[in-house]
């Protein structure tokens, strides 16, 4: 009987370090996944990022155009040269954020 209560326990045993096994395995892929979905979370915070910079300059460049007043020269060339540069930036944000 002794050798029947042994063979049971090993066979128990053996259940549970296959599930075990699988646990592991299972838990293993669950970190892959979350490591590559934080690297692309990370990935476009940092697009995120470079587009909030843009609109920061944007908004810098309008308030520029803005403050600009006729008596300062040549206001219609330095106003269409800002919006040139607004217009750049805006390219390079869209493609930024491609």
């Given at each position: 009987?002794?050798?029947?209560?042994?063979?049971?326990?090993?066979?128990?045993?053996?259940?549970?370090?296959?599930?075990?096994?699988?646990?592991?395995?299972?838990?293993?892929?669950?970190?892959?996944?979350?490591?590559?979905?934080?690297?692309?979370?990370?990935?476009?915070?940092?697009?995120?990022?470079?587009?909030?910079?843009?609109f920061k300059?944007?908004?810098k460049f309008?308030?520029?155009?803005?403050?600009?007043?006729?008596?300062?020269?040549?206001?219609?060339?330095l106003k269409?040269?800002?919006?040139?540069?607004?217009?750049?930036?805006?390219?390079?944000?869209?493609?930024?954020?491609?």
């Amino acid at each position: 009987m002794s050798q029947d209560l042994l063979r049971s326990n090993l066979s128990r045993l053996e259940r549970k370090i296959l599930m075990l096994l699988n646990e592991h395995k299972n838990l293993r892929e669950e970190v892959k996944s979350l490591t590559n979905e934080n690297q692309m979370l990370k990935q476009g915070l940092q697009n995120r990022d470079q587009q909030l910079e843009g609109f920061k300059n944007q908004i810098k460049f309008t308030k520029i155009a803005d403050r600009i007043h006729p008596e300062d020269g040549d206001v219609t060339e330095l106003k269409r040269k800002v919006d040139d540069y607004i217009r750049e930036i805006d390219k390079c944000i869209a493609h930024l954020s491609q």
